[in-house]
């Protein structure tokens, strides 16, 4: 009688873990279905539009993209040679505008100086 119980336990603990991987199985997999979708969805919030250049910088405060001189509102990490796009505004043409650093995928408010002459 007491090796039928202990066999019976040994059976009883052998379907829990087996379920237990089941559901560990098919966790893991519906959180990388959902983290696949999820990155799917942030990608399509990635402005679209025409891609213009940072040229120039003057410590993280003034920006010189393709011919326009632009002040930064808050602090933009931007490089010479990073790829933005308008988000909010229109190159050369809007007072404010938000810009977008394909980059390092960061939004910069700027404020539109002027023209830059050389």
């Known amino acids: 009688m007491l090796k039928n119980k202990i066999s019976v336990t040994k059976q009883i603990r052998s379907l829990v873990s ?5 559901a560990l199985l098919m966790l893991t997999t519906s959180m990388f279905t959902i983290m696949a979708a999820h990155s799917a969805w942030f990608e399509k919030l990635i402005p679209q539009g025409e891609t213009y250049t940072v040229r120039e910088i003057d410590r993280d405060l003034a920006f010189v993209i393709d011919g326009f001189i632009y002040d930064a509102r808050t602090s933009c990490f931007l490089a010479v040679g990073d790829r933005v796009i308008f988000f909010e505004g229109r190159h050369g043409i809007d007072y404010r505008a938000t ?3 394909l980059d390092s995928r960061e939004r910069c408010n700027v ?3 002027g023209r830059l002459y050389e």
Do not use: E, T, V
């Open 99 to 101: 810009i977008y650093d």
């Open 18 to 22: 087996k379920n237990i991987q089941i």
């Open 111 to 113: 404020l539109l100086r």
